[in-house]
């Protein structure tokens, strides 16, 4: 089992930033690929930036893509979102997410990850 709970969300001004973290506990963290996702009010959850179990690979959903930036610190079981120049339409709950550690690359599909946390609440003002 993966136990993991993110934090860093809150409000700021279009244009702002904020890192998101995702503090993982259970089973060998650094064999899991990872994933953020988001759930904006009325709409599905969409991915956002995921990250190979190394770190090695990495991979965005077009509106990320360039603002986003996805890490992780295997040492300190974290996984990390850089969002700049934050826009209103990133207005969304974030959520991040694990694979089982049988796959080593992350994956756009959220129906391939396998635990999740409670998410973070992310507002962007215009």
């Known amino acids: 089992q993966v136990q993991l709970v993110e934090s860093g969300g809150g409000l700021v001004q279009a244009g702002g930033s904020l890192r998101l973290s995702c503090a993982a506990s259970?089973?060998?963290?650094?064999?899991?690929?990872m994933g953020w996702f988001r759930q904006a009010p009325g709409k599905g959850r969409e991915f956002v930036a995921g990250?190979?179990?190394?770190?090695?690979?990495?991979g965005y959903a077009d509106p990320a893509s360039g603002r986003f930036t996805i890490s992780r610190d295997n040492a300190k079981n974290t996984v990390y979102l850089q969002m700049n120049k934050l826009k209103p339409e990133d207005t969304a709950v974030y959520y991040c997410?694990?694979?089982?550690?049988?796959?080593?690359?992350?994956?756009?599909?959220?129906?391939?990850?396998?635990?999740w946390g409670q998410g973070t609440q992310v507002n962007v003002s215009s």
């Open positions: 990250i190979s179990n190394t770190g090695g690979t990495t």
């Open positions: 997410a694990a694979r089982y550690f049988v796959y080593s690359d992350w994956s756009a599909r959220d129906y391939e990850y396998h635990y």
């Open positions: 259970g089973r060998a963290f650094s064999n899991n690929p």
